[in-house]
């Protein structure tokens, strides 16, 4: 999952465990990393004695991850964790907010993702006079965390109308690494949720006082800018591929949905993403997206392929083939 939400070095975590047992911050953060993966990508335990382990008002066997989670929370009760400075400190709730969201916990997973937001405003990594003193690496790191959480508010607010507070205040990691393919997909990623904001989601947006009205020009505008890459390279690791694949083709059918309810759909040519047919269109180019990727990579994707899902079945409702 490091290719998708690529803020945690694992050595370096590692080491951080491995040095001071009574770190409780970075054993909270390896622990939710942990539950967050094995949530993400429905990881199985094959060890039985798990099986043992029951959760407080659960009734259902649990995964690792579940203990995983548990884990978390009970080193996060160990020191004052409102209290820390560190980018740990937002990154545990995060990953602690991935693991809910997969679990279907939304409250649970909403709560998490304020907390996290908020902590990122409270420490100004939403200030680009922040990162001025800052070596490369660290600088690096924080602006990760930074426009992670950027895309991870705006997808739990699409999918849930909760209200977001991050906007695009800083810039992005430099790509002048050795990860330089992974942080420019992960910059194509941040650009496809920039292309729709003040449209799909804002502040106003979320909290009632934007009716979401939109002219015809901007919402053809938009659709321009999303699938302005029609293929995304092959070079990148293909589980971001996907990610930013599966992505577009969502956020393109987001608008669509919301052009339904603003400006007069057609039959007639013309430019498709105003038609009704625009269904078929998307879901013919994430298919022949999907299929440049293994099965492992689009598991690693969970919302996003349930809103495909679905499109193919509105496809097949208006006729699409």
């Known amino acids: ?104 916990k939304r409250l649970t997973a909403s709560f998490l993702l304020r907390e996290s937001v908020s902590l ?49 205040s800083i810039s992005l990691p430099s790509n002048e690494t050795q990860d330089s393919q992974l942080l420019e997909a992960f910059h194509s990623l941040v650009e496809l949720f920039a292309s729709v904001d003040g449209v799909l989601v804002d502040s106003e947006a979320a909290s009632g006082k934007h009716n979401h009205r939109c002219s015809r020009e901007r919402l053809v505008r938009i659709q321009h800018e999303l699938r302005r890459n029609d293929q995304w390279p092959m070079e990148w690791n293909e589980t971001q591929r996907s990610d930013v694949s599966v992505t577009q083709q969502w956020l393109r059918m987001l608008v669509w949905q919301l052009s339904l309810s603003n400006v007069t759909m057609s039959s007639e040519p013309g430019d498709d993403s105003m038609s009704f047919a625009y269904p078929a269109h998307v879901s013919r180019d994430a298919l022949r ?9 689009l598991v690693a994707h969970g919302p996003g392929m349930v809103s495909i899902s679905n499109n193919q079945i509105l496809v097949r409702l208006l006729g699409g083939n």
């Open 120 to 168: 990122c405003q409270i420490h100004a990594l939403d200030k680009e006079e922040t990162y001025q003193n800052l070596d490369f690496s660290e600088e690096s790191y924080r602006r990760r965390t930074f426009w992670l959480l950027y895309v991870t508010e705006r997808g739990h607010a699409m999918q849930h109308g909760t209200p977001i507070c991050l906007t695009k």
């Open 289 to 297: 997206s999907i299929s440049t990727v293994s099965f492992d990579a």
């Open 1 to 104: 999952m490091y290719p998708v939400w690529p803020v945690i070095d694992s050595d370096k975590l590692s080491c951080a465990i491995s040095a001071d047992e009574n770190d409780h911050e970075a054993f909270a953060l390896a622990f939710a990393v942990c539950a967050g993966t094995g949530a993400q990508l429905q990881l199985k335990s094959t060890l039985q004695e798990w099986d043992a382990f029951n959760l407080p008002g659960e009734t259902s066997p649990i995964t690792l991850a579940d203990r995983f989670a548990a884990e978390a929370e009970k080193c996060r009760s160990r020191y004052d964790y409102r209290e820390s400075s560190t980018t740990e400190s937002i990154l545990i709730p995060l990953f602690l907010h991935f693991y809910y969201g997969a679990k279907e």
